[in-house]
């Protein structure tokens, strides 16, 4: 339903691409040559996605080999870079949906979804209360919604929550976020029942050293996850915070 009432608004108002404001002719804000010179994420390692060459044997980077994150795989379609950057950031900070949503549309096209259980489960990485109020929704959350309308897969958005409301992490190198993301998120009471022996897929905006991501799957597997994968906008290179 979701598919057919957005494509008729499209025939209706034709897309404009968000990039370089051209007529798209398609049912997407985004025309073909923007879209073809986007950052893709395509040569990276296939368990925390670094846009590195990795081993050809494994398929993992030089981290990864040696101390692999307790998360399967991780799925994302770009490179934290122009104009990805600055698409994310009109998102989150000035609720502009529809970046969001047309970056959501294109994560939810990648093929590494197509190597998921068929029973996966979409969690978005929650907000504290805190900033939650301060801007007023979960950009995890949007993402998730996009996914699960274009994979038709279960969002399960109320089994966790977030504890720390301390420094935003974008301000902090790599040691502190590990420090400030310990012990900061937790499974709600009476909720591990719906994830035990599932198979998960954590959806966020953007990886950047995986504290988050490392911190929150250990608390899922912790609380009888099965496998707990990683599906992400975009991927920060190496060595940028």
């Known amino acids: 339903m979701y598919d057919l009432l957005r494509s008729s608004s499209f025939r209706l108002l034709p897309g ?4 370089c404001g051209d007529l798209t002719g398609r049912d997407i804000d985004l025309c073909i040559g923007c879209e ?5 994420n395509n040569t990276c390692c ?18 990864c080999t040696r101390k692999p994150p307790p ?3 991780t799925i994302s379609s770009f490179i934290y870079s122009f104009p990805i950057g600055e698409m994310i950031t009109t998102f989150k900070e000035h609720r502009q949906f529809v970046y969001g949503h047309l970056l959501a549309s294109l994560l939810a096209r990648h093929t590494g979804f197509d190597c998921l259980p068929q029973d996966s489960l979409l969690l978005p990485v929650p907000l504290s ?3 939650l109020r301060r801007r007023g929704f979960n950009q995890a959350e949007e ?5 699960a309308r274009r994979r038709a897969l279960p969002v399960l958005a109320s089994v966790l929550d977030s504890t720390g409301a301390g420094t935003p992490q ?5 040691a502190a976020r590990r420090r400030q993301v310990k ?19 954590l959806v966020d905006d953007v990886m950047t050293t995986a504290a988050t991501a490392t911190e929150i799957t250990r608390c899922l597997l912790d609380a009888g996850a099965a496998h707990v994968s990683i599906a992400v906008l975009a991927r920060t290179p190496a060595g940028i915070l």
């Open 143 to 147: 993402i998730a919604n996009v996914i």
């Open 129 to 131: 209360r805190r900033r």
């Open 16 to 19: 404009r691409c968000l990039l």
């Open 46 to 63: 296939k368990r925390c996605a670094l846009p590195v060459a990795s081993n050809s044997a494994t398929g993992l980077c030089m981290t």
């Open 170 to 174: 974008k301000l902090l190198n790599a």
């Open 71 to 73: 998360f399967e795989r």
């Open 36 to 40: 073809q010179d986007l950052p893709y």
């Open 183 to 201: 012990g900061s998120y937790r499974i709600r009471a009476g909720t591990a029942a719906e994830i035990r022996g599932r198979n998960l897929v």
